[in-house]
Antibody
Framework: EVQLVQSGGRLVRPGGSLRLSCAAS????????MSWVRQAPGKGLEWLSG????????GYADSVKGRFTISRDNARKSVYLQLNSLRVEDTAFYYC????????????WGQGALVTVSS | EIVLTQSPGTLSLSPGERATLSCRAS???????LAWYQQRPGQAPRLLIY???SRATGIPDRFSGSGSGTDFTLTISRLEPEDFAVYYC??????????FGQGTKLEI
């Protein structure tokens, strides 16, 4: 069974930083690209970033380019999202998802991690 | 930037009825790059349909997808109580690489 278990969500001050983690199991991790998608409370879905199978190619939405960094560690079967210069409008549930440019869709989702940016 | 517009915003139906949800793209989208998701309250989204008409693993056959170009449709043939949720379409394109529609809420 494919599982994506997330950790790292918490309350952070504006301008602060946070790293989200996602541990994968139940599939050959290095066979897949991975992405992050967020959802502000009561709002729709927004793709943020993706990384290819070996971490060599990444992509970002304009809204987070230069502030967020995606990375992966195939030995640990994990993908990460470093969030810097956080803004109040970054408050959202952040989902780790399997898939990027080899699938063109997201076939498995983590449980979500709530990041709250507030003073 | 390709914008996906879903309609209606809210659809009120009863169990056993047929639901038809629309997703319209501002530019032509390859059918290969169009997917649908279901999100129940308090849960993460789950993939229903990919490549416009292929059901994801474990998805019941009452769910079907169709369409091409700029107009895509998700149909639920006979609504079950667990189908009342929010549905999103998603496309892969140039920039942003992935975008979602704003969602259709299917309510009883």
């Amino acid at each position: 069974e494919v599982q994506l278990v997330q950790s790292g969500g918490r309350l952070v001050r504006p301008g602060g930083s946070l790293r989200l983690s996602c541990a994968a199991s139940g599939f050959t991790f290095e066979d897949y690209g991975m992405s992050w998608v967020r959802q502000a409370p009561g709002k729709g879905l927004e793709w943020l970033s993706g990384v290819n199978w070996n971490g060599g190619v990444t992509g970002y939405a304009d809204s987070v380019k230069g502030r967020f960094t995606i990375s992966r560690d195939n030995a640990r079967k994990s993908v990460y999202l470093q969030l810097n210069s956080l803004r109040v409008e970054d408050t959202a549930f952040y989902y780790c998802v399997r898939g990027w440019e080899e699938l063109y869709y997201f076939d498995n989702w983590g449980q979500g991690a709530l990041v709250t940016v507030s003073s | 930037e390709i914008v996906l517009t879903q309609s209606p915003g809210t659809l009120s139906l009863s169990p056993g009825e047929r639901a038809t949800l629309s997703c319209r793209a501002s530019e032509s989208v390859s059918s290969y790059y169009l997917a649908w998701y279901q999100q129940r309250p308090g849960q993460a989204p789950r993939l229903l349909i990919y490549a416009a008409s292929s059901r994801a693993t474990g998805i019941p056959d009452r769910f079907s997808g169709s369409g091409s170009g700029t107009d895509f449709t998700l149909t639920i043939s006979r609504l079950e109580p667990e189908d009342f949720a929010v549905y999103y379409c998603q496309q892969y394109g140039s920039s942003p690489r992935f975008s979602f529609g704003q969602g259709t809420k299917l309510e009883i």
